[in-house]
C-alpha cells in the first residue's frame, strides 16, 4: 500500500504565501511522476503544477509565475511554493503520483488534500 498525505495548507490573505508538502510512504520502489492539482467549490479539478522524475514541470496557465512545484526525490516528497495567493486560488488541493510498488508495476494514488483559503 501507498499513502500520499499533503500538509500546509490554512488561510491566508490574498497576497501571501504557502508552502504544500506531500509525502510518498509504503511499499514504493520508485515514484515517478507527481502533481498538484485543486478543485475549487463548484468548480472542475484542475491541474495545478506536475513534476517529472527528471526535473521537467509545467504549470496550469492560472498560476504561472505564481506558484512553484519542486522535489525531493530521496524523501518521496512534493512541494507546491504559493505566492501572491488570490481568493480564486481557493480550493482542495490534492498530490497525485504515479508510483512503482515493484520494478514493473505501477499505480496512480491520491491524497486526500488540504484546503487552502484565500481571503480577500
Known amino acids: 500500500q501507498v499513502q500520499l498525505v499533503e500538509s500546509g495548507g490554512g488561510l491566508v490573505q490574498a497576497g501571501g504565501s504557502l508552502t504544500l508538502s506531500c509525502v510518498a510512504s509504503?511499499?514504493?520502489?520508485?515514484?515517478?511522476?507527481m502533481g498538484w492539482y485543486r478543485q475549487g467549490a463548484g468548480k472542475q479539478r484542475e491541474l495545478v503544477a506536475a513534476?517529472?522524475?527528471?526535473?521537467?514541470?509545467n504549470y496550469g496557465d492560472s498560476v504561472k509565475g505564481r506558484f512553484t512545484i519542486s522535489r525531493d526525490n530521496a524523501k518521496n516528497t512534493l512541494y507546491l511554493q504559493m505566492n501572491s495567493l488570490k481568493p480564486e486560488d481557493t480550493a482542495v488541493y490534492r498530490c497525485n503520483a504515479y508510483v512503482l510498488t515493484t520494478r514493473n508495476y505501477g499505480s496512480d494514488y491520491w491524497g486526500k488534500g488540504t484546503l487552502v483559503t484565500v481571503s480577500s
Open positions: 509504503g511499499s514504493i520502489f520508485r515514484v515517478n511522476g
Open positions: 513534476s517529472t522524475t527528471g526535473g521537467s514541470t
